[in-house]
């Protein structure tokens, strides 16, 4: 599966299909570089240190710049924009920019327009990305015709 990272001062346009996944996670620092490390809930040691937990979401997306469906991992600030813009309206009808802060200080910048829904071809790469997803969560061998 790809995953999709906007990085320090870009931004992407997406297309949201779905939100296929939410975990608490904490940051760790290792050699001056931070990364997610998966909270286990009940007795975890991080949060007994007081090393609070964040919520990140996993959402299934359709990449504007290659028009791939992929996976994107975004956080709290991002999702409550995305929500706060969609309100009253039809998520299949919108697309987003998320524009990312030159540092990691700087946060994240979400803004939406209206779209046309999904395309055929694009339901059609969805439902196989999905497919995928499935299969490599359950280490399915892929069908093979013939």
């Known amino acids: 599966m790809e995953w999709l990272t906007v990085m320090s001062g870009a931004s992407r346009t997406i297309k949201v299909f779905g939100i296929l996944a ?5 940051w760790v620092n290792e050699d001056g570089y931070m990364r997610q490390v998966g909270c286990v809930g009940n007795g975890c040691p991080r949060c007994a240190e007081g090393d609070r937990k964040q919520v990140r979401h996993t959402l299934g997306v359709i990449d504007r710049k290659d028009g791939r469906p992929k996976l994107m991992s975004v956080g709290a600030q991002v999702i409550k924009a995305i929500h706060d813009q969609v309100v009253g309206r039809d998520l299949d009808r919108m697309e987003f920019t998320i524009l990312r802060g030159r540092d990691r200080f700087s ?13 055929k071809s694009e339901m059609g790469q969805i439902i196989e990305f999905l497919s995928g ?5 359950f280490k399915i061998p892929p069908v093979r015709e013939g």
């Open 22 to 26: 939410s975990n608490d996670i904490h």
């Open 133 to 137: 997803l499935v299969g490599q969560i």
């Open 107 to 119: 946060g994240y910048e979400v803004t939406c327009r209206k779209s046309k829904p999904l395309l």
